[in-house]
């Protein structure tokens, strides 16, 4: 075997320590994801690159492969903005006639040529290092491996405890758990796998089990409680790593990921090198679309309490049609305030000091836990090129079924908690907008259960714990009290809704929207079937206001029955103006009560207390 050592590379010198590898550059595990790794249609060069295995990439001769990607490249601004690493070398092998040609860009995207033997990381607002591989005329060239390397190494080095929650995906988190045994660099750093199992179907029962438990050996732990949702979950793996004490971080991973293992490694060695205990977040990825950046970073509106992508980054983002040489904002180090717990590292630092998830079963609890870390200097990093496979939000309809519960009482908490501002006028409006719209939409379910969290906002924060195993029958049984939250099992097709205009620009919706309130409060549906039948994408409100009844269908897959019934309508927009007006007037009080009480709700022992109750049944 030739290999070729470019000029950009160091000498080696003898006695001195073998360079920190910061991120080794590998290769797909399948086919549709490759435009994330390497871009085989470089600038006037079009190819076909052949993976030939995790590390090696052959080249066809006469041609050039770019690996100005997003799983190749290396995000040099972000790691000199958070770590005191200051040059970063590329370590690469080559075998065939090739050669290597060094890239950086700036914040704006600007690409210059790097003719040294190292990329100084100078700007901190963001920038990206990386390389081409261009082969020769006289033969293919084959990348044999190559790595981010740097002269930073760790004292005192850290590991990892993977804490993972399932409910019922016992494949899907089998599956998991074979992606990291078959990666044993990251086994390397990781001192346990939890897997907290929640489910009625166990994934102690899925075949496969014993082979995959075998690989991970004693690094392996099941650990077997009823459903107290992510928040108690996750709570259980924080738990079970502080009382380890082996872990100097705890990596907080979704059943249903399907995670780059690399990933894993590029959140450790960064986290070990911040200057102060940092939050890593992995970027999501969509797991139907593998090229498409779905979220690459997200933070709190604070006047409206309400999360949103990082401006400039954008949601749902095509990498394979418009990658790191196209697009200018990927260059922009993004500030975020959170990491989604699809998977996102955690100092257990930050947890001895704020301690564990706020018991909220599900949504916001990964968010206020960010939150509160950031105000104790703990700050997150969304670090591009550590990213999971994972169900987009485009493709749920929580916002509609029994969640509808769990996104308003836990918004409405967090910014109890976090708000800047004493009343949160801006955000108790829109909850109460977001109330009126399923009101109109016939949509009672959903309208009972944000009422019903509105309720239990006022009660207080004393039954969070109690109630983390209950709340969730109640609020099924709720849904199901009303007919648009009963599916039925083969609804009838073909049955458009008329169209509709709809107003132009806000005060005019708001206007509209008003009337059509008035409107639903005086209207009762007919006897009879529906005429109308309309999925997610049809099913739009001013569609809906021109009828009083409708099949209607989620993006989840689920139909329901939806008829106009004015008592019912005129009942719970009383509640809606009621409950509303007492939070709005409440709001100062609410706040100082839920403040107080955070620290008992979030201590390790206060959870510890509740996970001894959740023992099998």
């Known amino acids: 075997m030739r290999t070729l050592t470019p000029d950009l590379l160091p000498e080696a010198v003898s006695g001195t320590p073998a360079p920190a590898v910061l991120a080794r550059v590998v290769l797909p595990l399948g086919p549709a994801a490759l435009p994330l790794y390497v871009d085989g249609a470089a600038p006037d060069t079009p190819t076909s690159v052949s993976v030939l295995d995790r590390r090696r990439v052959r080249v066809p001769a006469g041609t050039r492969a770019s690996f100005a990607t997003w799983f190749a490249a290396f995000p040099a601004g972000w790691w000199a903005r958070e770590t005191d690493v200051r040059d970063v070398r590329l370590e690469v092998a080559l075998t065939g006639p090739g050669r290597v040609e060094l890239f950086a860009s700036d914040a704006a995207g600007r690409v210059t040529s790097l003719p040294g033997r190292t990329a100084s990381l100078t700007g901190t607002d963001g920038g990206w290092v990386w390389f081409d591989v261009v082969a020769g005329h006289d033969g293919d060239v084959v990348l044999e491996h190559a790595a981010w390397v740097a002269d930073a190494p760790v004292t005192s080095p850290g590991t990892m405890t993977l804490a993972v929650t399932t409910f019922d995906r016992p494949s899907s988190a089998l599956g998991l758990l074979r992606r990291l ?3 044993p660099a990251v086994l390397d750093v990781v001192d346990e796998v939890v897997v907290v199992d929640q489910g009625t179907r166990r994934l102690a029962d899925e075949p496969g089990l ?13 650990v077997e409680q009823v459903n107290l949702g992510g928040s108690g979950g996750f709570s259980r793996g924080m738990v079970e790593a502080l009382q380890a004490g082996r872990s100097r971080y705890v990596v907080l991973l979704d059943d249903d990921v399907e995670p780059e293992p690399e990933s894993l490694l590029r959140a450790h060695a960064f986290a070990e090198r911040c200057r102060t205990p940092t939050l890593v977040s992995c970027s999501m990825l969509d797991l139907h679309e593998p090229t498409v950046l779905h979220t690459p970073g997200e933070r709190v509106d604070r006047s409206r309490f309400l999360w ?6 954008e949601g749902d983002r095509d990498l394979a049609r418009g990658g790191l040489r196209t697009t200018p904002w990927l260059h922009v180090r993004l500030d975020v305030e959170f990491g989604g717990w699809w998977c996102c590292l955690v100092p257990v630092a930050a947890l001895r000091q704020v301690g564990l998830a706020l018991p909220l079963f599900l949504k916001w609890d990964d968010v206020e836990l960010a939150l509160r870390a950031g105000a104790a200097g703990f700050p997150t990093v969304s670090l591009p ?28 908490v967090a910014a ?13 409006a829109e ?3 977001h109330t009126l719209v399923p009101l109109v939409a016939m949509r009672y379910a959903v309208v009972a259960l944000r009422l019903r969290a509105l309720e239990d906002v006022l009660a207080g924060p004393q039954d969070l714990h109690a109630s983390l195993a209950t709340r969730l029958p109640e609020v099924k049984a709720l849904r199901a009290s009303y007919l648009d939250g009963r599916p039925v099992a083969d609804p009838p097709t073909g049955l458009p809704l008329p169209d509709a205009t709809a107003p132009r620009g806000r005060r005019r919706a708001l206007a509209r929207l008003v009337r059509e309130v008035v409107r639903t409060s005086v209207r009762t549906a007919a006897p009879g079937p529906p005429a109308y039948a309309a999925g997610p994408a049809d099913a739009r409100l001013w569609r809906l206001a021109q009828v009083d009844s409708a099949w209607l269908t989620t993006a989840a897959g689920t139909t329901a029955e939806h008829r106009r019934d004015a008592p019912t309508a005129r009942r719970l927009l009383r509640r809606t103006l009621v409950l509303h007006g007492r939070v709005l007037a409440r709001w100062p009080t609410l706040r100082t009560v839920y403040r107080q009480a955070l620290p008992d709700l979030v201590a390790p022992a206060t959870w510890r207390r509740t996970l001894s109750q959740a023992a099998t049944p």
């Open 416 to 428: 109890l908690l976090h708000s800047p501002t004493r009343r949160a006028l801006r955000m108790l």
């Open 431 to 433: 909850s109460l907008e």
């Open 308 to 313: 949103e992508t990082v401006p400039p980054g």
């Open 210 to 222: 014993a082979v995959v438990r075998e690989r991970l050996g004693k690094r392996l732990r099941l």
């Open 385 to 412: 090129g550590a990213s999971v496979w994972h169900e987009p939000w485009t493709g749920k309809a929580d916002t509609l079924d029994w969640q509808a519960y769990y996104h308003e009482r836990n918004r409405v």
């Open 181 to 183: 045994a078959d990666e």
